[in-house]
């Protein structure tokens, strides 16, 4: 009888081999492309095996954190690893590799104001360090001429959290206030002059919602599925620019021509007639060594799906997919790992 | 003469051994909860320790700078927060739980009573974050749009209530704490005041007092202990309350006199930026804003035990 049931369990777990083959792996990181990763981590464990990853959205920084301990297989991050980060990683190398482009938008709460209204960088630095404090004043009415703006004092609201869409967004202002840039800097967490602080993008969206005369930034994908009016935001060449997929493709194009060789790259404030200059890579950060061969197959075997049929589900997501020219040069880049 | 003396032998049944090894096991789990208690002060101080050696200890209390970029943080704004909510929240819950709670005790009849004890003990059970999502969309509002502007109007003329309206601030954050403290104070002052002996209030009545002079006199007075227990019950849950405090107080970390302007308790900032805190700096800082009100928590729960004995030793109390 025993040996019977020996030789059973035996086939059992004989059985089961080939399903070993799709391999379970531990993601977690940005919060911003947590709605496109989800579906391609369904989709493509649905066309492949039933290979499951799981992705838990719990920020930039957790992503940075988790590759760098090794407690998850990979991370994922709005802002690239910096080399102090870098340098921190215990086991080998990290690899970026962008995934997807987004963009952060501002968001106000204007009871009364139906007309879609225009910011230019210096204008929005200001709003936030304080020196621009009422919607009524000169400079906002000036880039929106025949806009009846009230005589409020502009509820500014930002994140309380360190998040890769605080960096994007400090990033272009350091870019075009020298003052922010001085004062504040950017980075995923700053001292912000003043404000009120939502918790992740849903926190800022429900504060901004609640609160009139408000301004705040959230990433384009919240306000789109939060139906929240945004704000056009002018671009380096001088045009007010809406955040759309093509506004963003088309400042990542231009960056793909002097990207550097690992792809840490920073495309806000992008040249280009109508490039969204509020626009971002985000990466996922694959380490270059997986002490298990199965799961270093699965993850480029990932990454190659990511990079070309997974790209078709982005429009749909309001998400901006890569650039072709960007995606070649990620192509060689898997190969890196093993 | 001879006294007769007894010996007698000790026998060794299990009931012995039983009591020894009893007696092992409870004297274990008291060790282990105080083991417990000095290990968390010992990681609270290593933790802390590469922000202490940066930033000074002095210096971290009195800063009101808090930035991640340059690496220069300070306390005070987190203390002043939390210090404030709290008070704030105590001054509006002790009047209305210890009315409740005379109300309770001395004047429902007891079916009343013992069904609205039951529903009180109910609210005390509710978890925080329920009450901030309630705050949120009914609070914050109702602040905003009704209650901050009278105030503004009637007492503007104080720096207490200057300043824009959000809705957020410290005053929203003091009410929701109020809000969930008064079912502590509720039930543990009815328990005290229930525990006052009968003949008491009797006594008084013999002598002429009325309802209120016997309850405001004799019964509050002889339950003070309890009272104040549950009052400081209540103050330590609200000095580490956390989500529901971040979800309405405006994350704004700087100290403003006025309630209506948005502010920062040190619970609230540990928990938003502890996930993400990058560097060595940072969450160091972190930690000694936990260890802060670690101290801020002995030092309360101090005041309260010394407070307790100088009004006991008063002979205020037991025959």
Known sequence: MRTISVALMGLLVMATAPFAAAQKLNACGATFPDPIYKKWFSEFGKTHQGAQINYEANGSGGGVKGVTNGTVDFGASDMPMTDQELAAVKNGKILHFPTVLGAVVPIYNLPGVTQELKFSGPVLADIFLGSISKWSDKRIAADNPGVKLPDEEIVVVHRTDGSGTTFVWTDFLAKVSPEWKSKVGAAKDVSWPKGLGGAQNAGVTGLVKQNPNSLGYVELVFAVQNKMGHGQVKNANGTFVKASVETVTEAAAGAAKNMPADFRVSITNAPGKNAYPISSFTWLLIPSKFSDPAKARQVKEMLHWVLTDGQVFCAGLSYAPLPLAVVTREEKQIDAIH | ?319
């Not at chain 2, 409870?26 to 050696?53: N, Q, W």
């Not at chain 2, 300043?163 to 410290?170: A, E, L, N």
């Open chain 2, 1 to 319: 003469m001879a006294t007769a003396t007894a010996t007698v032998k000790v026998v060794k049944t299990s009931t012995q051994t039983g009591d020894i090894i009893a007696r092992w096991v409870v004297t274990l789990f008291a060790a282990s909860l105080l083991a417990m208690a000095i290990l968390l002060v010992y990681e609270l101080v290593i933790g802390s320790a590469d922000a202490r050696a940066k930033l000074g200890i002095w210096r971290f209390l009195v800063s009101t700078r808090w930035n991640p970029v340059t690496e220069d943080f300070g306390a005070a704004p987190f203390v002043y927060g939390t210090v404030v909510t709290s008070v704030l929240a105590l001054l509006i819950s002790v009047p209305f739980g210890l009315g409740a709670a005379i109300f309770l005790s001395e004047l429902a009849p007891a079916r009343i009573s013992n069904a609205l004890t039951f529903v009180i003990e109910l609210l005390a059970a509710i978890p925080s974050v329920i009450y901030g999502l309630l705050a949120i969309f009914t609070l914050v509002p109702l602040m905003r749009l009704y209650i901050e502007p009278f105030l503004k109007r009637t007492l503007g003329f104080l720096p207490l209530f200057q300043g824009t309206i959000y809705g957020v601030g410290f005053l929203t954050a003091g009410m929701v704490l109020a809000i969930m403290t008064v079912p502590f104070i509720i039930s543990v002052s009815r328990e005290s005041l229930l525990a006052v002996p009968r003949d008491q209030r009797e006594a008084a009545l013999a002598l002429g007092a009325t309802k209120w002079e016997t309850t405001w006199q004799i019964v509050v007075p002889y339950a003070k202990l309890g009272i104040l227990g549950s009052i400081f019950l209540g103050l330590a849950r609200a000095l580490g309350e956390t989500m529901a405090v971040t979800m309405v107080i405006g994350n704004d970390p700087s100290i403003h006199a006025s309630l209506l302007a948005p502010g920062y308790s040190i619970a609230a900032v540990i928990a938003n930026e502890f996930s993400e805190a990058g560097g060595k700096i940072h969450p160091a800082a972190l930690v000694e804003l936990a260890l802060v009100l670690f101290c801020l928590t002995i030092l309360i729960n101090g005041f309260a035990r010394l407070m307790i004995m100088a009004t006991t030793s008063k002979g205020s109390k037991r025959p």
